[in-house]
């Protein structure tokens, strides 16, 4: 990971230092549909990313900060949008597929926040829900990087927050993609970080 930074470096603007007070952690689209072998979608750079997503999920856990979990899934008859025609496709609500990974399972009292496009704050109640916790800032991790976790990010940005986006933590179908999308993120919109540079500041 310390080559991908050195790779994206010169296009890091204004970088804000972390602080895990009033801080959110979203945990995007970790579902089987794009982490099980048995998937169409399965994207194998995910699989490597899991035990990060984990790590960061605990220590959340552990200081009690917020978690929100996102899963793309659209409901019997709900209008997919373009989405579908670009894709070809559509994870349906009932599909077992459309669950989170087991080993990064919600608890019960952790939000599961159900969208329909890329973006986590199109049509959700994503916002409402930061700024009633007092939120500043938001931790992205997950998949993919190029379309819903920078779509997320770029939004979270255009809403007043700080954004913060795991280079070791999110993933997608190849490194070209991910360093690309880091590259657009980190000249605008997001502060580009490691894993355990975030992990280093919780346990202060």
């Known amino acids: 990971m310390g080559k991908i930074?050195?790779?994206?470096?010169?296009?890091?603007?204004?970088?804000?230092?972390?602080?895990?007070?009033?801080?959110?952690?979203?945990?995007?689209?970790?579902?089987r549909f794009f982490l099980e072998e048995s998937s169409h979608?399965?994207?194998?750079?995910?699989r490597q990313i899991i035990p990060n997503v984990q790590r960061l999920i605990e220590s959340y856990r552990n200081l009690k900060l917020p978690i929100i979990f996102t899963r793309h899934a659209l409901k019997q008859g709900e209008n997919p949008g373009i989405m579908r025609r670009w894709w070809r496709d559509v994870i349906k609500d009932k599909n077992q597929m459309s669950q989170i990974i087991d080993v990064l399972k919600p608890l019960k009292n952790e939000m599961v926040l159900r969208k329909t496009r890329y973006s986590a704050f199109f049509e959700t109640d994503l916002e409402k829900v930061l700024q009633r916790q007092k939120i500043k800032r938001v931790v992205i991790t997950g998949v993919l990087t190029h379309l819903c976790c920078e779509t997320t990010a770029r939004e979270a940005f255009m809403r007043d927050f700080e954004?913060?986006?795991?280079?070791?933590?999110?993933?997608?179908?190849?490194?070209?993609l991910h360093i690309a999308s880091l590259k657009t993120l980190s000249n605008g919109f997001a502060i580009p970080v490691t894993t355990q540079n975030i992990l280093k500041e919780l346990k202060r």
């Open 41 to 46: 979608a399965y994207l194998p750079m995910a």
């Open 5 to 31: 930074i050195k790779t994206i470096r010169k296009y890091i603007k204004h970088p804000f230092p972390f602080s895990y007070k009033n801080s959110a952690l979203l945990v995007i689209d970790m579902q």
């Open 163 to 176: 954004v913060f986006f795991i280079v070791d933590a999110t993933a997608t179908e190849n490194l070209d």
